[in-house]
C-alpha cells in the first residue's frame, strides 16, 4: 500500500503545478522564437568597428594568457599525444592566419606553413607568432572595405556566410 501513497502524493504535486506551467508553455512558445528574430537582427548589426575591437580584446587576453606562463611551461605535454603550450598557441595562429584569409580573400603571409612545426616552442617566439596572428586579422578586417563585408563568402560544405558573420564567429 505504501507505494499507492507516492503515487497519490506525485499525482497531487503534478496537479497542484501543471496549471501554472501550461501558461508558462504558452509563454515560451511566443517568447522564444521572438528572441531568435531579435537575437538574429542584433547579430546582423555587428560592425567592423565593432569586430576590430573584440579581436583587439581577444588578442589581449591571448597575451595575457602566454605572459601567465612560465617558459619552461611552453613545452610542457601532459601526454605525448597531446600538443604542448606552445604546439596548442601556434595552432591558434594558424587559424588566426586561415580565418582572416579566408573571410577577406587576402593571402596569408605565412602561406600553407604549420607554425607549430617552423616556429621555435620558446616563450618568446610562441608570442611573436600568435601577436602576428592577431595583427594580420586585425589589419584585414580595417582594410576591408564596406561592400566587402556585405558579400557572402561560401564555406568548405558549400553553404553561404556574410563575412562580418563569419569573422566575428571565429
Known amino acids: 500500500m505504501k507505494g499507492f501513497d507516492q503515487i497519490n502524493i506525485i499525482d497531487k504535486i503534478y496537479d497542484y503545478f501543471i496549471p501554472k506551467y ?4 504558452r509563454s ?13 537582427s542584433a547579430f546582423a548589426q555587428f560592425t567592423q568597428p565593432q569586430m576590430v575591437v573584440e579581436w583587439q580584446r581577444a588578442k589581449t587576453y591571448t597575451k595575457a ?16 599525444e597531446i600538443r604542448s603550450f606552445a604546439q596548442q598557441m601556434l595552432h591558434l595562429a ?11 580573400g587576402k ?10 612545426q617552423t616556429v621555435q616552442p620558446t616563450k618568446e617566439a610562441t608570442t611573436k607568432a600568435v601577436m602576428d596572428s592577431y595583427d594580420f586579422m586585425i589589419s584585414t578586417l580595417r582594410g576591408m572595405q564596406s561592400d566587402q563585408m ?3 563568402i561560401k564555406r568548405r560544405n558549400g553553404t553561404e556566410i556574410s563575412r562580418p558573420i563569419y569573422s566575428e564567429r571565429i
Do not use: C, H, Q, W
Not at 594558424?94 to 577577406?104: E, L, P, R, T, V
Not at 593571402?107 to 607549430?116: I, K, N, Q, S
Open 22 to 25: 501550461r501558461n508558462m508553455k
Open 28 to 40: 515560451l512558445l511566443f517568447v522564444f522564437p521572438l528572441s531568435i528574430l531579435l537575437a538574429g
Open 65 to 80: 594568457y602566454l605572459d601567465a606562463m612560465p617558459a619552461d611551461g611552453y613545452s610542457f605535454k601532459p601526454t605525448p
Open 94 to 104: 594558424n587559424d588566426n592566419y586561415g580565418f582572416a584569409s579566408f573571410a577577406s
Open 107 to 116: 593571402p596569408t603571409p605565412v602561406a600553407d606553413t604549420a607554425l607549430e
Open 150 to 152: 556585405n558579400e557572402m
